[in-house]
């Protein structure tokens, strides 16, 4: 069967064949298997944001908001370790996200102690402007409360958003041109841009998710 990147299946120690080779990727997928407990799309997922904020957001503690196992997080310090550390901020945090961290800990024992999980709500937490804001699929208005959060401390942000609500999101009027998903995202660049923001946008690669709209923003005035 066609290994399919969408899907929620768990990736355990039989799909560790399926990245067979040295690179970077491959190398982190084998760890996520070891540590059988990350949906195959989230690791695709977490990966193809990771390396995408990376290439234009350098330095900065991390914040991934929504953050769940909090695999973007530790990418983000592998792709980058001048980043001192990482916070991983949800509502619930996974049984299973210490685990995970464990593993990657042994591959990348320069992580040890520079990930760190927090059950709370993401509209208390506090954002200085050197910091990183990331979040994969905060669902609804979730991504909302993470771009006013980036906005009001001024950071760096970086969203890929999910479960768009046409009756609670705003589609800033742009609903009766494009479906409200879209409109909804552009609506959320205008945010942006209105708040003195640099705005990039960004698909991540196709097959993953549907949901493939990435949102990198950067602050151009205080």
């Not at 195959?40 to 990771?50: F, N, Q």
Request: net charge positive.
């Amino acid at each position: 069967m066609p290994w399919d990147l969408s899907s929620r299946a768990r990736l355990g120690p039989r799909s560790a064949a399926h990245f067979p080779s040295d690179s970077l990727f491959d190398r982190i997928g084998r760890v996520v298997c070891e540590a059988d407990c990350l949906p195959r799309k989230e690791l695709y997922e977490s990966w193809e944001v990771a390396r995408r904020v990376r290439r234009r957001f350098r330095g900065g503690r991390v914040l991934d908001l929504a953050g769940g196992h909090g695999l973007l997080a530790f990418l983000c310090l592998v792709l980058d370790d001048t980043s001192p550390c990482a916070r991983v901020i949800d509502r619930r945090i996974p049984k299973s996200a210490g685990k995970l961290g464990s593993h990657l800990v042994a591959a990348w024992p320069r992580l040890e102690g520079r990930v760190t999980f927090e059950e709370g709500d993401l509209a208390n937490v506090t954002i200085v402007p050197d910091d990183l804001v990331v979040s994969v699929h905060a669902c609804g208005d979730l991504t909302d409360i993470v771009l006013a959060r980036a906005i009001r401390g001024r950071s760096r942000v970086a969203v890929l958003p999910c479960c768009h609500d046409a009756r609670r999101n705003d589609q800033g009027s742009l609903g009766g041109w494009m479906d409200s998903a879209l409109a909804i995202d552009a609506t959320r660049v205008g945010v942006l841009r209105v708040a003195g923001y640099r705005v990039t946008t960004h698909t991540i690669a196709p097959g993953i998710t549907e949901r493939s709209r990435l949102i990198l923003a950067e602050p151009t005035r205080s």
